[in-house]
């Protein structure tokens, strides 16, 4: 079945270290983002990509990297320097057709992510 | 810049009431288009309807409503005879494609609780 995964579903880190989430899509989207969720918050965008081998930052891209080698695939890498890594973190794709049933959005599970 | 504004932040209704869920949006585009998502406790969000800017017929779907309103810059969510299991965070979101952008925002979510 077509759909987006992400990996792993929840994840513990010490301090001072990087992590890497990972999202893969196999519904031939070209556009891929990830968010932020934290409680009270709603949704807020870290990084986007709108086609492989470029990605735009959004809002709270500090302290976070990403790559899009792939088009099935966009990681992000949570870095040392994020001061306040503790969130759920959602990954989604969307097609960018002329079609406008590719607009919307689909989601993953999302990755729980602690700092220990 | 666009920007999702849901004032509501938690609404509590008892079982078989109905529910309205607010949107409203900003942007200087002319052509956007307009979700909303459902969140369960489990996480993933789920797609519930799509919304393009030269459509302003409202649609309903089952105990759904959308009433979508370019004049006040509205996209209502309205639940009818409420049931346990609608409750969930529900998300407005607006994707403009204006300069090429793809950014999809998303307000800050409504938390919905039925009271059995």
């Known amino acids: 079945d077509g759909g987006i995964t992400q990996s792993p579903k929840y994840l513990f880190r010490k301090e001072g270290q990087n992590v890497t989430l990972s999202c893969e899509q196999n519904?031939?989207?070209?556009?891929m983002y990830w968010y932020r969720q934290d409680p009270g918050q709603g949704l807020r965008l870290i990084y986007y990509?709108?086609?492989?081998?470029?990605?735009q930052k959004g809002d709270i891209a500090e302290g976070y990297s990403v790559s899009r080698e792939k088009k099935e695939s966009f990681p992000l890498t949570v870095t040392s320097a994020q001061k306040n890594p503790t969130a759920f973190y959602l990954c989604?794709?969307?097609?960018?057709?002329?079609?406008?049933?590719?607009?919307?959005?689909?989601f993953g599970q999302g990755t729980r992510l602690t700092v220990v | 810049a666009q920007k999702v504004t849901q004032a509501q932040t938690e609404i509590s209704v008892v079982e078989k009431e109905d529910v309205t869920l607010d949107c409203v949006y900003e942007?200087?585009?002319?052509?956007?288009?307009l979700f909303w998502y459902k969140q369960p406790p489990s996480g993933e969000l789920v797609f519930l309807i799509r919304?393009?800017?030269?459509?302003?017929q409202n649609e309903i779907s089952g105990r759904y409503s959308w009433n979508f309103q370019k004049s006040t810059s509205s996209f209502n969510f309205t639940i009818t005879a409420s049931q346990v299991v609608d409750s969930a965070v529900y998300f407005c979101?607006?994707?403009?494609?204006?300069?090429?952008?793809?950014?999809?925002?998303f307000g800050k979510g409504t938390k919905l609780s039925v009271i059995p």
């Open positions: 990509s709108q086609i492989v081998n470029d990605f």
């Open positions: 989604a794709s969307r097609g960018t057709g002329h079609d406008t049933k590719n607009t919307e959005a689909f």
């Open positions: 519904l031939n989207h070209d556009a």
């Open positions: 979101a607006l994707h403009s494609s204006g300069a090429g952008s793809y950014q999809l925002t």
């Open positions: 942007t200087r585009d002319t052509t956007y288009y």
């Open positions: 919304r393009n800017s030269f459509d302003e």
